[in-house]
């Protein structure tokens, strides 16, 4: 898979975003890492011009809540509807239903084990091959727990 | 994926009437391998290569705003090793070419190596191709200049561009490697850092700077910007030189038929047989060469 590690809106923090992009590397994704600080729209032409599969999106700022789904409309706008995106960082369980609704298939805390983000990407796999909605623009009911 | 020759043409048309989405889409069909046809053209193409850490992402970013604001459009194809283990890799360069996330006049797209036996990458001359003919006034082939398969790399653009740091003596390593004969232009950056004009000078002389085929070797600073825009008057000024096309040619040539001959069907079994004692090295050559005539020339 390509997958896109990126860190939006104003958080410095990346150690987390690293430590994904390297543990994706090591089980055989082709990763891009866009850096700190980088804006929705931003986020999305790299998902396009880099013709990703899936977007990782790493926040501890708190700000998810308005800059996740903005992403994710974002992508659903430029037609990425079968873009796989989950998200990671400081995100209170209470925010999660949100993410959900707006497209997110996973939200992985701190603490997640590498081996529990390769299960959901094999879920997803899995999904794909039974044509059932795992993209942003599919249709929401699904997610990894 | 595979799409059909109609669904590629469709996507360079759209790709050269501007939609960069079909562009992106384009990108993987040809590294995938699949033919875009004939459609594409050849256009100003410059491979930029040297050690890990000397700043080549960083110069490249100061060469787009140089370019963009001048109203060219510049793609960048950034290429970075698959490990060998895992398959995997971390495509990290487009984070070090300063804002070129926001502007419709930069497109840069991340490449891995893939493991391509011979270390050939097939798709780069067509990529390169293709962005021409969307009318991306420049395109840029990033890689890192640590062995002979990153060499061929830069093979594939027409001007080369090799950059060293200060304290490193990469450069003059390099000479062994066979890249510097490759170069049009060196640039030695950060020089806001001691030491740079020390180790350029020293490149200088290592090039016998002076003769009147000699190398220009820039200082620059590609943080503070110093030296860029005398290195990019350089580069323009550049005309491929038919001596250094030939080697380039000549790289280019040996990927072709590394790949070709390291993605024979019956390698292994040759592999064996020279092991074993039961022919030898030219008549494996002679029979490898000889199927290949028989298969119509596809290995």
């Not at chain 1, 860190?7 to 890492?33: F, M, N, Q, S, T």
């Not at chain 1, 959901?120 to 909605?133: D, H, Y």
Request: glycine share 12%; hydrophobic share 40%; net charge negative.
């Amino acid at each position: 898979m390509r997958i896109v590690i990126a860190k939006p809106g104003l958080d410095g923090h990346d150690r987390g975003a690293k430590v994904i992009a390297r543990a994706l590397r090591d089980g055989g994704h082709e990763v891009i890492y866009t850096g700190l600080r980088k804006r929705p729209d931003e986020i999305v032409r790299i998902v396009s011009d880099e013709d990703a599969d899936a977007l990782g999106l790493s926040t501890l700022s708190g700000a998810h809540d308005s800059l996740i789904p903005a992403i994710c409309d974002g992508l659903r706008e430029a037609g990425l509807n079968s873009i796989i995106v989950f998200a990671g960082g400081i995100i209170p369980e209470r925010d999660r239903a949100i993410l959900f609704q707006s497209g997110v298939r996973a939200v992985f805390g701190p603490g997640t084990l590498s081996a529990s983000i390769f299960d959901f990407l094999a879920t997803i796999a899995e999904r794909q091959r039974e044509g059932e909605p795992v993209g942003v623009g599919e249709g929401t009911g699904w997610h990894w727990e | 994926m595979a799409l059909g020759v109609t669904e590629i043409g469709n996507l360079l048309d759209s790709a050269r009437s501007g939609n960069r989405r079909s562009l992106a889409r384009l990108l993987t069909a040809i590294e995938s391998g699949q033919d875009p046809g004939s459609q594409l053209r050849a256009g100003w193409t410059l491979g930029v290569t040297g050690p890990p850490g000397v700043g080549k992402s960083t110069l490249i970013g100061r060469m787009i705003e140089h370019w963009t604001s001048k109203g060219e459009s510049v793609a960048v194809l950034a290429v970075d090793p698959t490990s060998p283990m895992t398959g995997g890799a971390i495509l990290a360069d487009r984070l070090r070419m300063g804002s070129t996330d926001s502007t419709d006049s930069v497109f840069v797209r991340s490449l891995a190596t893939r493991n391509h036996p011979g270390g050939l990458m097939p798709c780069l001359g067509k990529m390169t191709r293709a962005l021409s003919a969307c009318g991306w006034s420049r395109v840029i082939i990033e890689t890192v200049g640590s062995g002979q398969s990153e060499i061929r790399v830069v093979a594939f653009a027409d001007r080369v561009l090799l950059i060293d740091g200060p304290d490193r003596g990469d450069i003059i390593q390099a000479e062994k490697a066979g890249i510097l004969e490759l170069a049009d232009v060196i640039a030695i950056n950060k020089a806001d850092l001691p030491n740079a004009q020390t180790a350029a000078d020293a490149v200088r002389e290592a090039m016998g700077a002076g003769k009147p085929q000699s190398i220009k070797v820039h200082l620059v600073s590609a943080i503070e910007g110093a030296g860029v825009s005398e290195l990019i008057s350089d580069l323009d000024s550049c005309e491929p030189r038919s001596s250094r096309n030939t080697l380039r040619i000549r790289e280019r040539l040996i990927a072709s038929w590394d790949s070709t001959l390291l993605s024979h069907p019956e390698i292994e079994s040759y592999l064996g047989k020279i092991g074993d004692g039961s022919i030898t090295v030219d008549e494996a050559i002679r029979d490898i060469v000889y199927s290949l005539v028989e298969g119509g020339g596809e290995p």
